[in-house]
């Protein structure tokens, strides 16, 4: 999709929720994260010299740490995203954002 038939699609604070959503979504464990890595460990467990040892937890992915970021609110992080974006089309955003920032 293109940036045009984006911005025609969604508005900048819905944007900025699937941003934070996605952001968060991606690190989290599903049922089906759990469900292959006792698969896994199944298939695992049967060619394993001590099965016993096989642990479902080995088979799930672990994430890398990430900077700890600083917590701020939808409504932060839109008012950010606005005043990158009118900048980086050359609009001044004290002009066009209620005469804050």
Known sequence: MTLYEAQRRISSSEFTLWKHYLHTEHTRFHREDYLFAMVAAEVRRTIAKKPHQVKVEDFLLKFGEQKKRVSTS????????????MSAVGLDPKEHLDGEE
């Open 74 to 85: 939808p409504e932060k992080e839109l008012r950010q995203s606005q005043i990158l974006w």
